[in-house]
T-cell receptor, first 115, second 117 residues
Framework: GAVVSQHPSWVICKSGTSVKIECRSL??????MFWYRQFPKQSLMLMAT?????????EQGVEKDKFLINHASLTLSTLTVTSAHPEDSSFYIC???????????FGPGTRLLVL | AQKITQTQPGMFVQEKEAVTLDCTYD???????LFWYKQPSSGEMIFLIY??????QNATEGRYSLNFQKARKSANLVISASQLGDSAMYFC??????????????FGRGTSLIVHP
């Protein structure tokens, strides 16, 4: 069964609005979750590492004030795209690592379209 | 510098044949992990196989095997007996340690595999 869930699976919003994407670990507690974005026909680019109980670590070039990450519990991390613009349209995927094994699991992704 | 290199943007293979997808990596860590994922058109990332840097034997998972050559820093994926459902993007990824002990996974650009009858 699924190990990671994401909600919503797709969203269309107007430019200037904020969009929240949830990532849930279904099988185990995840102290660390990763957020990626993927443009069409391109690879996954790591945006940030979400740490439970502390601030997220952002990759170079990713605006932390635009992409707000909250890792409120060991099973939930949220990514909020603030004041979304058309260039933020992308496929956002969360990922987490099973602490008991070495496997990294991915959520089904969220397709964001900003009009 | 790119840490994961997949030199084949696209590959074609006939159904029931074997295919090798190339992946080379660059790291100075002694301990690291290598992964292969499949991404069909739905977008979901499906874990296929894992190889740890200290694993002496090549990893195998059903029709998938990883040809791990540590000295050459390569981790090629071999798919045996290709099926039409294997058509997808395939990503090689590496997880290495970072400061503070967190493991940061990075991905290659991917290889598009098309299996034809």
């Amino acid at each position: 069964g699924a190990v990671v869930s994401q909600h919503p699976s797709w969203v269309i919003c107007k430019s200037g609005t904020s969009v929240k994407i949830e990532c849930r670990s279904l099988d185990f507690q995840a102290t660390t979750m990763f957020w990626y974005r993927q443009f069409p026909k391109q690879s996954l680019m790591l945006m940030a590492t979400s740490n439970e109980g502390s601030k997220a670590t952002y990759e170079q070039g990713v605006e932390k004030d635009k992409f707000l990450i909250n890792h409120a519990s060991l099973t939930l991390s949220t990514l909020t795209v603030t004041s979304a613009h058309p260039e933020d349209s992308s496929f956002y995927i969360c990922s987490l690592r099973d602490p008991a094994s070495r496997t990294q699991y991915f959520g089904p992704g969220t397709r964001l379209l900003v009009l | 510098a790119q840490k994961i290199t997949q030199t084949q943007p696209g590959m074609f293979v006939q159904e029931k044949e074997a295919v090798t997808l190339d992946c080379t990596y660059d790291t100075s860590d002694q301990s690291y992990g290598l992964f292969w994922y499949k991404q069909p058109s739905s977008g979901e990332m499906i874990f296929l196989i894992y190889q740890g840097s200290y694993d002496e034997q090549n990893a195998t998972e059903g029709r998938y095997s990883l040809n791990f050559q540590k000295a050459r820093k390569s981790a090629n994926l071999v798919i045996s007996a290709s099926q039409l459902g294997d058509s997808a993007m395939y990503f090689c990824a590496m997880r290495e340690s970072a400061s503070g002990g967190s493991y940061i996974p990075t991905f290659g650009r991917g290889t598009s595999l098309i299996v034809h009858p």
